[in-house]
């Protein structure tokens, strides 16, 4: 549940967030999260950059810990979503973007450990339109790898594994 405003390319939103376990693991967490993002793509006047696109997210526990840690955390965000439009290097080319997100904050915690850095997370995405007739929806699709580096206490809680490499597939319809 959120609110948020737009103005002059810039948003913030407020949103209320609970993380709950189905299979009881932890109790429902509950936060508030404040984010500000701005949409720069205009200020470059270019077809082929798309803008860096950052943003910044405070998250406040309220309520509990997923990571069963001793105090609320709190957590920082920064991303940059960089990426290049339908006309990248002056050719026809699927939309490209480069998504880099770091997470730091009193969030991550394991047993005694208390870790303030949480992750880094460097990606590629790319995707389009799908060509088939508009009487069938928009079709689009989007493939994405991500590379994580995870701080030593997520590192702890992913059985001692520092990085991780993610892939998506996705296919989509708008109607």
């Known amino acids: 549940m959120g609110l948020s405003s737009t103005r002059c390319d810039t948003s913030l939103e407020v949103a209320y967030i609970a993380y709950a376990s189905p299979n009881g693991r932890f109790d429902t967490v509950q936060e508030i999260d404040l984010t500000v993002a701005h949409d720069d793509s205009h200020a470059w006047g270019s077809e082929s950059f798309a803008g860096f ?3 910044a997210t405070l998250a406040f ?3 509990s810990q997923a990571d069963g840690g001793r ?8 991303s940059s979503n960089p990426g290049c439009g339908s006309t990248c290097a002056g050719r026809e080319a699927p939309p ?3 998504p880099v997100i770091v997470g ?4 991550y915690e394991n047993g ?3 870790d303030t850095f949480g992750f880094v997370d460097v990606g590629v995405t790319v995707g389009g339109r799908l060509p088939l007739p508009t009487r069938f929806g928009a079709w ?3 493939l994405g790898a991500d590379l994580l580096w995870l701080g030593k206490s997520m590192e702890a809680s ?4 520092s990085l991780e490499v993610l892939g998506c597939a996705v296919v989509a319809l708008a109607f």
Do not use: F, H
């Open 96 to 98: 490209r973007k480069l």
């Open 71 to 78: 105090d609320r955390g709190a957590y920082a965000q920064l």
């Open 53 to 55: 696109r950052p943003a």
């Open 61 to 63: 526990e309220l309520q």
């Open 158 to 161: 992913n059985r001692g594994d």
């Open 112 to 114: 005694s450990r208390d």
């Open 104 to 107: 730091v904050g009193g969030y």
């Open 140 to 142: 689009s699709w989007r």
